[in-house]
């Protein structure tokens, strides 16, 4: 049954919604791993995400489907390069996982937005309303709170901006399903990752480890893990504007700053209170927005 254009964006909502906060809670898994080089695990990622997505698209009667993205030049040029800002941005964020610098990850998915919100205007048209304009407004204060606080360059946090908001850029222009297009991206790197997985066990140096099952289990539990908030976020992205999706993008790194702050126990300062809640104010003052508006046409 088709959806009207209204259900369509709260389908996308929902999916971008729950995707974000998947990613939010992530690094309770990637500690779980904490021995495993960032590099080696996002390789992990690459592979074990490429063969559930495999088996979900044969399971779901989508091979054809998908072997016909795979024979369009363009789409699949689109998806190679999404392959790789996506697993840029991996190995970085596992890379702050492992070296204690969530904070600085959870400012770099801070900044995503307003990389979205750029890309949404200079590419697609994007008309923000003035709720729109304050918002972005307050949350830009917030950042740029957290730039004076750091008092240097952020390279982590930029990196991890820009790579996410490409991504979500070229997976919105992809003409293609939320699993079809990950299944391509996955299946460009998987012959790379399957070397490289072999080639570490065959060293010696490799993650699987024979008097460790659980930690053998949890990288192949990597694969689900990765594919389904990708798979959840291709499909908000292709139903909701670039602008809708920046604010949404919020949710992950207020629940990873959160986690790094109370759970993990990183600094938090003043300014870190402050900033934060410039950002959770701009989040509320859209969400009226979106209200009010449905208010008005009801």
């Known amino acids: 049954m088709s959806q009207t254009p209204q ?7 929902a999916y971008a919604a729950l995707a974000y906060t998947i990613w939010g809670l992530m690094p309770l898994y990637w500690r779980l791993l904490g021995d495993v080089p960032s590099f080696q695990l ?23 489907r998908t072997l016909a993205v795979m024979r369009t030049p363009r789409t699949l040029g689109t998806l190679a390069m999404t392959s790789l800002f996506i697993s840029a941005n991996w190995t970085l964020y596992i890379y702050c996982v492992e070296t204690h610098q969530l904070v600085e990850a959870s400012l770099g998915y801070y900044i995503t937005p307003l990389v979205s919100f750029a890309l949404g205007l200079l590419f697609f048209r994007e008309v923000l309303s003035p709720v729109k304009v304050t918002g972005i407004a307050v949350a ?17 946090a930029l990196v991890l901006a820009i790579s996410f908001g490409l991504y979500g850029y070229l997976r919105k222009r992809a003409p293609v399903a939320a699993m079809d297009g990950l299944t391509v991206e996955t299946a460009l790197l998987f012959p790379f990752a399957l070397g490289l997985v072999v080639w570490w066990q065959v060293e010696g140096v490799g993650a699987f480890s024979t008097d460790s099952v659980t930690k053998d289990m949890l990288l192949l539990g990597a694969g689900p893990t990765t ?4 798979a959840l976020f291709a499909a908000g992205a ?10 949404l ?11 790094a702050v109370f759970g993990f126990h990183e600094a938090f300062t003043n300014v870190d ?20 508006s449905r208010a008005r046409t009801a």
Do not use: D, K
Request: glycine share 10%; with cysteine.
């Open 7 to 13: 259900e369509e964006v709260r389908a996308g909502t």
């Open 42 to 64: 996002t390789i992990h990622r690459v592979l074990w995400c490429g063969v559930f997505a495999a088996i979900v698209t044969v399971a779901g009667g989508n091979l054809a």
């Open 140 to 156: 830009s204060l917030g950042l740029v709170l957290q730039l004076w606080e750091l008092g240097r360059v952020p390279w982590i």
């Open 227 to 230: 594919a389904l908030p990708l």
């Open 238 to 247: 292709r139903r909701v504007s670039m602008t809708t999706l920046g604010f």
């Open 249 to 259: 993008q919020y949710l992950a790194p207020s629940i990873t700053l959160l986690m």
């Open 273 to 292: 209170l402050i900033s934060f809640g410039c950002i959770w104010t701009a989040l509320v003052i859209v969400g009226l927005e979106g209200r009010f």
